[in-house]
T-cell receptor
Framework: GAVVSQHPSWVICKSGTSVKIECRSL??????MFWYRQFPKQSLMLMAT?????????EQGVEKDKFLINHASLTLSTLTVTSAHPEDSSFYIC????????????FGPGTRLTVT | GENVEQHPSTLSVQEGDSAVIKCTYSDSASNYFPWYKQELGKRPQLIID?????GEKKDQRIAVTLNKTAKHFSLHITETQPEDSAVYFC?????????FGAGTTVTVRA
């Protein structure tokens, strides 16, 4: 149990376009989901915390108007990168915690975004 | 916010030897400390974790120790094997959020 999926696994888009990434908890309900960004050979950096039915909480330095997060159900959170630029190219990983639990985060497989 | 420092950044060990990675954290309110193994292009995989009310935990060849007073925790891998080669991240949790260390690239030489 505790499987998290992401779609797409990789995407290439042109500069100026928007890209939506989905994160789903397949076999559990996730009140809270997290979005991370990981540049090559670097660590995971938390971008935002996504709570079902409420606005996401963004980390300092992350533009909320550029990285739109929606957590409309207990199994789905989406991240939309608006007006993407080459510097947004990165590995985006989501994670989820089970409703009622607070410790372990279950990670998705990640989405490789390349902006040309 | 929480600041997690991890050392060393790279570690090369002979197969069969032990590997030790150390992390320090800054926020005494952090209460959960997981360790992840990540292979290139893959998701982080939880290998062991420890809560703040425990000093040591072991799972086969992997062990973690936590010193709350000094605010540091360590990962110990014994009898290393080539498949242990990967990047390892420590993390500290405060208020449901994880802060990650910079990572350690472990290479096990056959």
């Amino acid at each position: 149990g505790a499987v998290v999926s992401q779609h797409p696994s990789w995407v290439i888009c042109k500069s100026g376009t928007s890209v939506k990434i989905e994160c789903r908890s397949l076999d559990f309900q996730a009140t809270t989901m997290f979005w991370y960004r990981q540049f090559p050979k670097q660590s995971l950096m938390l971008m935002a915390t996504s709570n079902e039915g409420s606005k996401a909480t963004y980390e300092q330095g992350v533009e909320k108007d550029k990285f739109l997060i929606n957590h409309a159900s207990l199994t789905l959170s989406t991240l939309t990168v608006t007006s993407a630029h080459p510097e947004d190219s990165s590995f985006y990983i989501c994670s989820a915690t089970r409703t009622g639990e607070g410790y372990e985060q279950y990670f998705g497989p990640g989405t490789r975004l390349t902006v040309t | 916010g929480e600041n997690v420092e991890q050392h060393p950044s790279t570690l090369s060990v002979q197969e069969g030897d032990s590997a030790v990675i150390k992390c320090t954290y800054s926020d005494s309110a952090s209460n959960y400390f997981p360790w992840y193994k990540q292979e290139l292009g893959k998701r982080p995989q939880l290998i062991i974790d420890i809560r703040s009310n425990v000093g040591e935990k072991k799972d086969q060849r992997i062990a973690v120790t936590l010193n709350k007073t000094a605010k540091h925790f360590s990962l110990h891998i014994t009898e290393t094997q080539p498949e242990d080669s990967a990047v390892y991240f420590c993390a500290a949790r405060r208020d449901y959020k994880l802060s990650f260390g910079a990572g350690t690239t472990v290479t096990v030489r056959a």
